[in-house]
């Protein structure tokens, strides 16, 4: 990595997105990922260490590699693009995706909610169309 880009995350952050550089990742990406990891670290650096485990492990899975680079460069692409549908396929649960295992119970980062989650309030349902705001 970069000299700045390391800074605001942990080492092993800007380790990992270094590999990603390595990989062939898009700039792009690197830094939604690099601005994920600062926001993740400072609401709870326990679950981002968790997490950066889990992706580590990921990341040496050649299938998930695949889909990773192609949904990064999917990005660019018309929504029309004929190639868009069968990635989507291939990423979703159930489908026998790259990120999916044999074993049924949900990835660790998914068995329990983030604990930033209990700060959030309830969302109020949106206006429907052609519907007065209630504050307005």
Same mark, same amino acid.
């Given at each position: ?40 670290? *400072? +609401?709870? =650096?326990?679950? !981002? ?6 992706? %580590?492990?990921?990341?040496?899975? #050649? ?37 999916? *295992? +044999?074993? =049924?119970?949900? !990835? ?6 983030? %604990?930033?989650?209990?700060?959030? #309030? ?15």
């Amino acid at each position: 990595m970069r000299g700045g880009d390391r800074l605001f995350v942990s080492p092993d952050v800007a380790d990992y997105l270094g590999d990603l550089r390595e990989l062939g990742v898009s700039e792009r990406q690197l830094c939604l990922e690099r601005d994920g990891w600062i926001l993740m670290q *400072t +609401a709870s =650096p326990e679950d !981002a260490a968790v997490r950066l485990a889990e992706k %580590r492990e990921l990341i040496t899975d #050649p299938d998930f590699r695949v889909v990773y680079l192609e949904h990064d460069a999917a990005y660019d692409r018309s929504p029309n693009d004929p190639r868009l549908p069968a990635l989507a396929h291939r990423t979703a649960p159930g489908t026998g995706s790259p990120t999916t *295992t +044999a074993d =049924p119970r949900p !990835a660790p980062s998914t068995t329990r909610p983030s %604990r930033g989650w209990r700060h959030c #309030p309830s969302p109020e349902p949106l206006p429907r169309r052609g519907t007065a705001s209630p504050n307005s």
